[in-house]
């Protein structure tokens, strides 16, 4: 076994500590938030914009936080820097909960949020040599997108739930194609912590999320892709076909919005899996629709692009096509659906 691979098992107790250890840790914060947030005055109240028919506590992903957080200061993927991006998170933790608890500002939510894509771009990017200044600029523009398109989609049970973990278990991955010891055990911890969260949101939601949870839950599988795009270990098509079923729901779904002159922050029930909740299908069907997408789709295309290089790109683009064509089929699907349970 090479050195590289013994580090990988041994080190900081090896991959099974890693994720069960998260796990454990995750579950019993979870567990107790479960409990204290409706005493702290932490609820999801049913209204217009929601799925859900009865006030369910939110803020539930502080476990994920945790974990994260003790995962970049433990095993430190990007060295020195890890402690930046560790505050960085728990600054968006925390105007996240903030926004939870009470509601915050969407300039103070935007603010926040470039502030800690400054904070991971600068980690990576910036070695004390000539800045990369357009590189910087796009690392920080493209995570803060992320965040925000992860946080639309967390509106139904299990969903940013599944998709995370697929995204944790591609991360490790493309992070052990390359050797990277240090990311591939802070992936095994995450995908850990999101399983630890996963019992009290599937099938019932006895928690929720919340914008604590979604917003660092983006942040923290942002993190190891950045770094694994700026070392050359994975390419941006890789990245979008990674993150496509996400990527197309929110872009179709805003896209349509703004055409028909709708802003574009404000909460509302139009993507794709709200639709298909509406119509009637179970928030476990749908999320098992997006597993499906990932399983089906993406990894193939992954497989198929590691093996031909040269053609990620088209790979990516096949891979947007199909996830238009289907967005639209599915949504028009739905609507069919609702009216014909309306006659």
């Known amino acids: 076994m090479s050195a590289d691979w013994l580090s990988l098992v041994e080190s900081s107790g090896g991959l099974l500590l890693a994720a069960f250890g998260a796990y454990a840790l995750s579950l019993l914060i979870t567990w107790c938030w479960s409990w204290a ?6 609820l999801d109240r049913p209204g217009a914009r929601r799925l859900h028919r009865s006030p369910v506590p939110r803020g539930g992903g502080i476990g994920i936080v945790l974990v ?3 995962a970049l200061l433990h095993f430190q993927p990007l060295g020195k820097d890890s402690g930046s991006v560790a505050l960085a998170l728990l600054a968006l933790a925390g105007v996240g909960l ?3 608890f009470k509601g915050a500002a969407i300039g103070l939510r935007l603010l926040i949020q470039l502030g800690a894509a400054l904070a ?3 980690a990576v990017l910036l ?11 796009i690392a920080i523009l493209l995570t803060a997108a992320w965040i925000n398109v992860f946080n639309f989609m967390d509106g139904a049970n299990g969903m940013a739930g599944q998709q995370a973990v697929f995204m944790a278990a591609v ?3 493309f992070a052990a194609l390359a050797r990277e010891t240090s990311w591939v055990l802070y992936a095994m911890a995450l995908a850990g912590a999101v399983l630890g969260f996963l019992p009290f949101n599937v099938p019932r939601a006895r928690v929720f999320l919340g914008d604590v949870g979604s917003t660092a839950l983006a942040f923290a599988l942002a993190a190891p892709l950045v770094a694994l795009v700026a070392s050359g270990h994975m390419s941006l098509p890789e990245v979008v076909l990674f993150a496509s079923a996400f990527l197309v729901d929110t872009s179709a779904t805003w896209i349509g919005r703004v055409s028909r002159g709708r802003g574009w922050y404000t909460a509302h029930r139009e993507h794709l899996y709200q639709w298909l909740v509406r119509s009637g299908y179970s928030h476990v069907q749908v999320a098992a629709l997006y597993a499906s997408w990932n399983l089906l789709v993406v990894v193939p295309l992954l497989a198929a692009g590691r093996s031909m290089p040269a053609w990620q790109p088209l790979f990516a683009l096949i891979g947007l096509v199909l996830g238009l064509g289907l967005w639209r089929f599915g949504r028009a699907h739905a609507l069919a659906r609702l009216r014909a349970q309306a006659r």
């Open 37 to 42: 947030a409706p005493r702290l005055g932490f």
């Open 171 to 173: 991360t490790m991955g």
């Open 98 to 100: 903030y926004d939870d």
């Open 120 to 122: 991971l771009a600068a």
């Open 68 to 70: 994260s957080v003790l």
């Open 127 to 137: 070695d004390g040599e000539r800045p990369m200044l357009l590189p910087l600029l």
